[in-house]
Structures are given as structure tokens and as C-alpha cells.
């Protein structure tokens, strides 16, 4: 005879940190645990919080490239036209460059993702409330206006 179902049983787990260890990561905490623990699948994030600096970026380029497909990954034919591209070699705070990102965006959403400031990491812009805004996934049946891919 099967047991009765008892329901979910959730788990009481004890865990306090502070927002720095959030962003940074947690001293002695396996790279993969913080990741998998503290990530966001933000590779921004995900740098800080290997290296335990702040990540930043050097933007390289960003400009408008019209509806040109600009030898892109074949997402990018998920973005209407007009777009722009915007190139970063990733650093931290300590000096280390970490890599190079390229996004490409709808034309039209650039001030509201980016304000007056692009030179500012993507994910440590302050939330804008703003409907041209769109996320980098979209759901079944929706074509996203804009859409980031790393290179």
C-alpha cells in the first residue's frame, strides 16, 4: 500500500548574507556553488562574482548599422530593423580585462535600455520602467525587438 502523500515539504534553511557577498560572491565558496548559488546567468555578474571585483566595461563601438545583418549570429533576425551595435572589452575594478561582448539592439529601445550613459555595464543600470524596453528571451509566438548575444 502507498504511503500517504504528505505534500511538498519545503526546507528551513538558515542563510544570511549581505548585498556585497550577493554581487561579489562569498570568500571561500567553490566557484561553481557561487555560480550556481548567486548567478543570474548574467555574465556581468558571473564575473564579479569569480574575481570578486566589480565588472565594467570599455566600450569599443556603438553604432547604428541600420538593417544590415552584419554578419551576426542568425539571431539577430529576431531584432526589427533599424539596430545598433554596441562592442565592450569586460574589465573589473582591479585592472584585469576579462573579455569582449557585442550586442545588438532595436534602434528605438537604445535610450530607454541605455540613457544618457552607455558606457555602464548592462546589468548595473538602474531599472527604467519603460515599455520599449524589451528582455533578452522572449516567449512562444513573440518576436523580440531587441536581444543581446556575446560573442
Known amino acids: 500500500m502507498a504511503a500517504a502523500d504528505k505534500g511538498w515539504m519545503p526546507l528551513d534553511i538558515d542563510f544570511t548574507t549581505t548585498q556585497d557577498e550577493l554581487k561579489l560572491g562569498i570568500a571561500k565558496m567553490p566557484a561553481a556553488w557561487t555560480l550556481f548559488l548567486l548567478g543570474d546567468g548574467s555574465p556581468t ?18 553604432d547604428c ?39 545588438w539592439w532595436h534602434s528605438s529601445d537604445i535610450e530607454a535600455l541605455f540613457g544618457t550613459d552607455k558606457t555602464l555595464p548592462i546589468e548595473s543600470r538602474p531599472k527604467r520602467r519603460s515599455s520599449s524596453a524589451t528582455s533578452s528571451t522572449s516567449s512562444a509566438g513573440t518576436r523580440p525587438r531587441s536581444r543581446r548575444s556575446l560573442a
Open 45 to 62: 555578474l558571473h564575473l564579479g562574482l569569480l574575481t570578486g571585483y566589480t565588472t565594467e566595461v570599455d566600450v569599443l563601438s556603438f
Open 65 to 103: 548599422i541600420g538593417d544590415s545583418l552584419d554578419q551576426a549570429p542568425a539571431e539577430i533576425q529576431d531584432i526589427e530593423g533599424p539596430r545598433h551595435r554596441r562592442q565592450v572589452y569586460l574589465r573589473n575594478t582591479n585592472g584585469e580585462r576579462l573579455g569582449y561582448a557585442a550586442s
